[in-house]
């Protein structure tokens, strides 16, 4: 294992950085457990407090991310937030701009883009008396807001030729599939079919 120490890197400056870094972050999802109880029904807003407090206090996010830096409660605080905004129709467009920032700053929420992108199409860019009758409008404002953020993130890399680089680093394929164990559920199945074929 690399031990830390010996590289001179651990000042408690950078631990004491990073600490603060990672508990101010944290407001992102303090504001969007706030916005999730206020637009709940009034039905659920019972359940709804005691879903934000249960996610605020979580000891994994307390405990683990506020040592390993991972600065998770900033992402999950942003799927909130756009889960959130998703709720209404006013807010759609964000809510699918705000995944996109999401997606650009950690790529392991990609599995989400499917269920994203089909309740999207279908209650933001299509009609809701016909499927066949796209809003043009909300297209267009949606596909805008999409290659702005996408841009935004991924345009320094190909404007330096390095978009390659940057896509074997998201997708590490030439590694394996089960190099990282961050998809167990479906590499577990893969790595003991895998294991089965080579005794065969």
């Given at each position: 294992?690399?031990?830390?120490?010996?590289?001179?890197?651990?000042?408690?400056?950078?631990?004491?950085?990073?600490?603060?870094?990672v508990?101010?972050?944290?407001?992102?999802?303090?504001?969007?457990?706030?916005?999730?109880v206020?637009?709940?029904?009034?039905?659920?807003?019972?359940?709804?407090?005691?879903?934000?407090i249960?996610?605020?206090?979580?000891?994994?996010?307390?405990?683990?991310?506020?040592?390993?830096?991972?600065?998770?409660?900033?992402?999950?605080g942003?799927?909130?937030?756009?889960l959130?905004?998703?709720?209404?129709?006013?807010?759609?467009?964000?809510?699918?701009?705000?995944?996109?920032?999401?997606?650009?700053?950690?790529?392991?929420?990609?599995?989400?883009?499917?269920?994203?992108?089909?309740?999207?199409?279908?209650?933001?860019?299509?009609?809701?008396?016909?499927?066949?009758?796209?809003?043009?409008?909300?297209?267009?404002?949606?596909?805008?807001?999409?290659?702005?953020?996408f841009?935004?993130?991924?345009?320094?890399?190909?404007?330096?030729?390095?978009?390659?680089?940057?896509?074997?680093?998201?997708?590490?394929?030439?590694?394996?599939?089960?190099?990282?164990?961050?998809?167990?559920?479906?590499?577990?199945?893969?790595?003991?079919?895998?294991?089965?074929?080579?005794?065969?």
């Amino acid at each position: 294992m690399l031990n830390i120490a010996r590289l001179e890197y651990d000042s408690w400056q950078t631990v004491t950085f990073q600490r603060s870094t990672v508990i101010a972050a944290d407001i992102v999802l303090v504001y969007a457990l706030y916005r999730y109880v206020q637009t709940s029904s009034a039905t659920s807003q019972k359940n709804s407090h005691a879903v934000a407090i249960s996610i605020l206090l979580s000891p994994a996010l307390l405990i683990i991310d506020h040592i390993h830096f991972q600065y998770n409660g900033f992402l999950y605080g942003i799927l909130v937030l756009s889960l959130t905004l998703a709720r209404e129709r006013s807010t759609m467009l964000w809510s699918g701009v705000s995944f996109a920032v999401l997606l650009s700053l950690k790529h392991i929420y990609l599995y989400l883009a499917p269920a994203y992108f089909v309740y999207l199409l279908r209650a933001y860019c299509l009609s809701q008396k016909s499927i066949f009758r796209p809003r043009f409008a909300n297209c267009v404002k949606l596909g805008i807001g999409l290659a702005v953020v996408f841009g935004a993130a991924f345009g320094p890399f190909w404007y330096w030729g390095q978009i390659d680089q940057v896509l074997g680093r998201l997708f590490p394929f030439s590694r394996g599939l089960c190099h990282a164990y961050w998809a167990p559920n479906i590499w577990a199945m893969y790595s003991f079919t895998d294991r089965v074929l080579l005794l065969g």
